[in-house]
């Protein structure tokens, strides 16, 4: 008698956020039993596949393991599932490559300095810089008024200065890190949200 075909996973996809990734998917519906899943990882130069820590569990994601936490690398991974002596077939992800296809989120803003005309502002990356790392932090900031004018500047430092600024007034900023890839362009982070801080007053 042919055994029942067990549906492969579906909604396959790696989630990528500061440089911390996983591999996730949706439940694969059975009515007879729980069904275990197994991913495995290669790297793009490399044909044999090598367990990620993910053998035969019932959650429907898996983290990268530390072998994996190589940002230029090149990862193809797969997940299938499995009931008893059944198995899915083994569902692929497109290649996978940290440095271009992580999210950045917004830089922390740790401390905000006023003075009559300026804002001094101390920020942190959102990820824990590696060696070499060149970041670069946009900031927008405009007066609070019904009708603002965006200013820009950029700066590598994460201790900065936004001067020339009207006393005893309302000021918005926000800030957005950009990291340099391997391939010369600029991976852009989110934006934080909005933070708002009066000058003082002379």
Known sequence: EPSPHLPAPKDVEIYSYNFHSLLRWSPVPVENGPVLYTAHYRTGSYEEWSNMSCAQTPRTQCGFPPEMQRRRWTFLLRVRAELGALTSAWVHTPPFVAEANT????????????????????VSPPFTPETGDILQYHVSYWENTTSPTIKKLSES???????NLKEST???FSIQVQLKIISGR????????????RTALS
Do not use: R
């Not at 999210?103 to 101390?122: A, E």
């Not at 430092?157 to 001067?163: A, K, R, V």
């Not at 600029?186 to 801080?197: N, R, T």
């Open 186 to 197: 600029w991976l852009e982070g989110q934006q934080s949200a909005p933070e708002c801080h």
């Open 103 to 122: 999210t950045l989120g917004p830089p922390k803003v740790n401390n905000v300095s006023v003075s009559p005309d300026s804002l001094l502002i101390s």
């Open 157 to 163: 430092n994460t201790l900065f200065q936004i001067g």
């Open 170 to 172: 309302l000021y918005c």
